[in-house]
């Protein structure tokens, strides 16, 4: 059941910093994920796939920079 509203009743942080932290966290989880579908890849020489792989994290990476760069110009202030 999603909400309309911003609450933080529960966990007592406020859902946007909350969904913003998460979504680093699963850029990063991904990123570290992708290392291992990289290796198998290239254990199978499947370099179609390692490279799709490859773009994967990069794109994992970049969010999760994204994440930490809005996450720490919103705790500095």
């Known amino acids: 059941m999603a909400s309309t509203h911003e609450s933080g009743e529960v966990t007592g942080t406020k ?3 909350y969904n913003l932290l998460w979504y680093t966290q699963t850029c990063l989880d991904n990123a570290l994920r ?3 579908y990289i290796q198998d890849a290239e254990r199978e020489k ?3 796939l390692a490279e799709l792989f490859r773009k994967a994290q990069a794109d994992s990476r970049k969010g999760a920079e ?3 760069q809005l996450l720490g110009s919103r705790l500095s202030s």
């Open 15 to 17: 859902d946007k910093n």
């Open 46 to 48: 499947d370099t179609e």
């Open 66 to 68: 994204l994440g930490k």
């Open 34 to 36: 992708m290392e291992s």
